[in-house]
């Protein structure tokens, strides 16, 4: 097809501007054809720019044979140059924010033709996700995610301006970097002037940003890019944006208040209002009474400890929890009113398979409804038994009651999801709010079955908690750090704390770790250095962006927000990456393929 040049035709206006105040005015439109429509002598077309659609017409009695010929070539995403009059129209289209009037064709320059598109580009239409991602630059066309890409630039504007504003400095740290341990598998670069080492992608600046302490810049803060290989979810990406925050001379609150203005601006963005200070959970109090790290708050169903009920029980299985000093728990979970208490036999098992897929033997469940008691324990249930249960759960009506038995934490990961699990099932969760939430008081450290050793749980650079310094050495499990999560409706959000600065601390962590002082100066001996030429106390925070827009625009998939995600096997399926590489490459990295 002999394409048109665009010359110097250039645009009057946006095509999702005109309204009904530009009639008569002859306009000129550039965009992609979403679509052409032959209606009798009159052929429709909508033309699509970034700002919006708006519809074309032209009469096949009333425009010149060479226009119409051209017109009747364009097929749906054609690039097109439109020349028409503004019109109102006759029958108006609400739906449209340019439905009152239509643009009379008098021209039409046919800048690119295309090929029909592998995918539909509309957002009702159902598209294979591989299809969508092979094909990615026809999926970004879809107005979904233009919003979405949009309101992304947005937040990050306004997180930059709102830092700019608080006096800290955006510094760049270095892509090819240190391994430090985040906690995830590191990406690997080969040196090719220094064979057989590498560089780490970092998982984050963590000590490039602490060292900027060190150096005295006191308020830090870069948009960039984190890499972790680790195994991918809905939520998580090879590589992913953190909004990455540090200060000097703060102690955990200062960090919070600096953020909560910002996550409160971000939401209003999306007309959300919620008001700081966010509630401050301990670590501690999240597991007892949510059974996670990160509860979603917008159910305010609780678990509870029904262990004592059961200490002179029949029923062997809860007895002997009460009967183990604590070593084992009897927790429940109970959701009130009619809809809980008719939950179905059904339903029920479906949890109870739940429970089994996260290492429970079942779920034991008594519910009191329209025909009394029914429960997988009714014989053991005596009325002075259900009694003092009701009365611990609570229970004065209606309700469904769900337990679990084992130690503390299998018990809070078993009804820690039933939880949630149920809350969705009853509509207990409102999902037009934003809760947000800090949970504080995390563990220090944790014991790694596999590595035999503690482990950090944030990071081996996180402060413990002052009255818990002489732990360390004592009880390292039970040491709480200064650190702190920010949650919002579940899920997690950002992290940080505050960090050591004195170098004696900072060996006694690594020696907790089980890292000798050899090993903590071969891997580390630049921050011990650093710490020993007067660190300030710092402290401070990373959000996770691509999460904090996915939960923004409310999308239930990281990889709407994000223009060129990998799959959840870490590839590209546009470009893709990863690929063999040229075998004179690997050669000069002096690296073999076995
Ligand atoms: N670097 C930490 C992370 O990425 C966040 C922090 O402690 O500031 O999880």
């Given at each position: 097809?002999?394409?048109?040049?665009?010359?110097?035709?250039?645009?009057?206006?946006?095509?999702?501007?005109?309204?009904?105040?530009?009639?008569?005015?002859?306009?000129?439109?550039?965009?992609?054809?979403?679509?052409?429509?032959?209606?009798?002598?009159?052929?429709?077309?909508?033309?699509?720019?970034?700002?919006?659609?708006?519809?074309?017409?032209?009469?096949?009695?009333?425009?010149?044979?060479?226009?119409?010929?051209?017109?009747?070539?364009?097929?749906?995403?054609?690039?097109?140059?439109?020349?028409?009059?503004?019109?109102?129209?006759?029958?108006?289209?609400?739906?449209?924010?340019?439905?009152?009037?239509?643009?009379?064709?008098?021209?039409?320059?046919?800048?690119?033709?295309?090929?029909?598109?592998?995918?539909?580009?509309?957002?009702?239409?159902?598209?294979?996700?591989?299809?969508?991602?092979?094909?990615?630059?026809?999926?970004?066309?879809?107005?979904?995610?233009?919003?979405?890409?949009?309101?992304?630039?947005?937040?990050?504007?306004?997180?930059?301006?709102?830092?700019?504003?608080?006096?800290?400095?955006?510094?760049?740290t270095p892509?090819?970097g240190k391994s430090t341990p985040e906690?995830?598998?590191?990406?690997?670069?080969?040196?090719?002037?220094?064979?057989?080492?590498?560089?780490a992608?970092p998982q984050s600046p963590q000590l490039y940003k602490q060292l900027l302490q060190v150096a005295g810049f006191?308020?830090?803060?870069?948009?960039?890019?984190?890499?972790?290989?680790?195994?991918?979810?809905?939520?998580?990406?090879?590589?992913?944006?953190?909004?990455?925050?540090e200060?000097s001379?703060?102690?955990?609150?200062?960090?919070?208040?600096?953020?909560?203005?910002?996550?409160?601006?971000?939401?209003?963005?999306?007309?959300?209002?919620?008001?700081?200070?966010?509630?401050?959970?301990?670590?501690?109090?999240?597991?007892?009474?949510?059974?996670?790290?990160?509860?979603?708050?917008?159910?305010?169903?609780?678990?509870?400890?029904?262990?004592?009920?059961?200490?002179?029980?029949?029923?062997?299985?809860?007895?002997?929890?009460?009967?183990?000093?604590?070593?084992?728990?009897?927790?429940?979970?109970?959701?009130?009113?009619?809809?809980?208490?008719?939950?179905?036999?059904?339903?029920?098992?479906?949890?109870?398979?739940?429970?089994?897929?996260?290492?429970?033997?079942?779920?034991?469940?008594?519910?009191?409804?329209?025909?009394?008691?029914?429960?997988?324990?009714?014989?053991?249930?005596?009325?002075?038994?259900?009694?003092?249960?009701?009365?611990?759960?609570?229970?004065?009506?209606?309700?469904?009651?769900?337990?679990?038995?084992?130690?503390?934490?299998?018990?809070?990961?078993?009804?820690?999801?039933?939880?949630?699990?149920?809350?969705?099932?009853?509509?207990?969760?409102?999902?037009?709010?934003?809760?947000?939430?800090?949970?504080?008081?995390?563990?220090l450290l944790?014991?790694?079955?596999?590595?035999?050793r503690f482990v950090a749980?944030h990071h081996p650079f996180t402060g413990p908690?002052?009255?818990?310094l002489?732990?360390l050495e004592?009880?390292p499990?039970?040491?709480?750090a200064q650190?702190?999560?920010?949650?919002?409706?579940?899920?997690?959000?950002?992290?940080?704390s505050i960090r050591i600065h004195d170098a004696e601390i900072q060996s006694r962590l690594f020696k907790a770790i089980g890292m000798s002082p050899e090993e903590a100066r071969d891997q580390f001996g630049f921050l011990l250095d650093a710490l020993a030429f007067g660190a300030p106390p710092h402290g401070g925070?990373?959000?996770?962006?691509?999460?904090?827009?996915?939960?923004?625009?409310?999308?239930?998939?990281?990889?709407?927000?994000?223009?060129?995600?990998?799959?959840?096997?870490?590839?590209?399926?546009?470009?893709?990456?990863?690929?063999?590489?040229?075998?004179?490459?690997?050669?000069?990295?002096?690296?073999?393929?076995?």
């Amino acid at each position: 097809m002999r394409l048109d040049p665009l010359g110097d035709f250039q645009r009057t206006h946006r095509n999702g501007q005109l309204r009904l105040e530009h009639t008569g005015q002859t306009v000129r439109l550039l965009g992609w054809c979403k679509r052409v429509r032959n209606l009798g002598s009159l052929v429709f077309l909508d033309l699509r720019d970034r700002w919006g659609l708006v519809q074309l017409v032209a009469n096949e009695n009333e425009v010149s044979p060479e226009l119409l010929a051209r017109l009747k070539a364009v097929r749906s995403e054609f690039v097109l140059g439109a020349e028409g009059v503004v019109a109102e129209r006759e029958q108006k289209n609400p739906q449209m924010p340019t439905g009152d009037i239509e643009v009379r064709l008098s021209g039409l320059r046919i800048l690119n033709s295309a090929q029909t598109p592998p995918i539909p580009l509309d957002d009702g239409a159902e598209a294979n996700e591989d299809q969508r991602l092979k094909y990615r630059f026809l999926d970004l066309r879809r107005e979904s995610l233009q919003r979405n890409l949009v309101l992304r630039s947005e937040v990050m504007n306004i997180v930059r301006n709102y830092f700019r504003q608080n006096d800290f400095v955006e510094v760049e740290t270095p892509i090819l970097g240190k391994s430090t341990p985040e906690g995830a598998r590191d990406y690997l670069v080969p040196s090719r002037p220094h064979p057989g080492q590498f560089y780490a992608l970092p998982q984050s600046p963590q000590l490039y940003k602490q060292l900027l302490q060190v150096a005295g810049f006191e308020r830090y803060v870069q948009i960039c890019r984190c890499f972790r290989d680790e195994d991918l979810r809905a939520d998580r990406q090879p590589e992913f944006t953190q909004v990455d925050v540090e200060m000097s001379f703060v102690r955990p609150v200062d960090i919070q208040n600096m953020m909560e203005p910002l996550l409160v601006e971000l939401a209003a963005l999306v007309g959300k209002e919620v008001r700081a200070p966010f509630p401050r959970l301990p670590y501690r109090d999240a597991m007892e009474w949510y059974g996670s790290d990160k509860p979603d708050t917008r159910c305010a169903v609780r678990i509870q400890d029904a262990t004592s009920v059961f200490a002179g029980s029949e029923f062997g299985l809860f007895r002997a929890a009460a009967d183990s000093q604590g070593a084992s728990r009897v927790r429940a979970l109970f959701f009130a009113g009619e809809a809980a208490a008719a939950y179905s036999r059904k339903q029920l098992d479906e949890l109870g398979d739940l429970a089994k897929h996260l290492g429970s033997g079942g779920l034991p469940y008594a519910k009191w409804g329209k025909d009394g008691l029914s429960s997988s324990f009714k014989k053991f249930l005596d009325p002075a038994t259900e009694a003092a249960l009701r009365e611990r759960l609570g229970a004065t009506g209606e309700g469904l009651a769900v337990f679990a038995v084992g130690s503390s934490q299998q018990t809070s990961k078993v009804l820690g999801e039933v939880r949630l699990r149920l809350a969705r099932a009853l509509g207990l969760i409102d999902e037009s709010k934003f809760e947000f939430l800090w949970v504080v008081d995390f563990p220090l450290l944790d014991w790694s079955e596999e590595d035999q050793r503690f482990v950090a749980c944030h990071h081996p650079f996180t402060g413990p908690h002052p009255e818990d310094l002489a732990l360390l050495e004592t009880d390292p499990g039970s040491c709480r750090a200064q650190a702190y999560d920010v949650i919002l409706n579940g899920f997690e959000l950002g992290g940080g704390s505050i960090r050591i600065h004195d170098a004696e601390i900072q060996s006694r962590l690594f020696k907790a770790i089980g890292m000798s002082p050899e090993e903590a100066r071969d891997q580390f001996g630049f921050l011990l250095d650093a710490l020993a030429f007067g660190a300030p106390p710092h402290g401070g925070i990373a959000l996770g962006l691509d999460r904090l827009v996915m939960l923004l625009v409310g999308a239930s998939n990281i990889r709407e927000v994000i223009a060129f995600p990998k799959t959840a096997q870490a590839r590209c399926l546009m470009t893709n990456a990863p690929s063999p590489v040229n075998p004179r490459q690997l050669k000069e990295l002096g690296i073999g393929i076995s």
